[in-house]
């Protein structure tokens, strides 16, 4: 989040913003599930999705929490697993 700050004030407020994320362990199960949602993808013939993006949408389903994103990988992955996600606004 830092790494898009353009002044050390802007820097400031985006690690104050998250540090106050909560962080999702990503674990044998998360990373098990990634490779299913893989397989599910596999055979619809759209596996070609990067293994983080699997395994961010994979920490979020196991954690019931929300991917909120503005890559249409998650929109794809959420085609599988019908897990909750929410493109966000770039305007």
Do not use: F
């Not at 998250?18 to 619809?44: H, N």
């Not at 979020?60 to 959420?78: F, K, L, P, R, S």
């Amino acid at each position: 989040m830092g790494y898009s700050a353009r002044t050390l004030s802007d820097y400031n407020e985006r690690i104050g913003l998250q540090k106050s994320l909560v962080w999702l362990p990503v674990t044998e199960e998360v990373m098990d599930r990634a490779l299913a949602v893989q397989g599910l993808l596999a055979e619809r013939g759209a596996h070609r999705i990067p293994i983080p993006d699997l395994i961010i949408a994979a920490t979020a389903e196991v954690h019931g929490a929300t991917v909120m994103h503005v890559d249409n990988n998650y929109q794809t992955i959420a085609e599988v697993t019908d897990q909750p996600h929410h493109r966000l606004s770039t305007s």
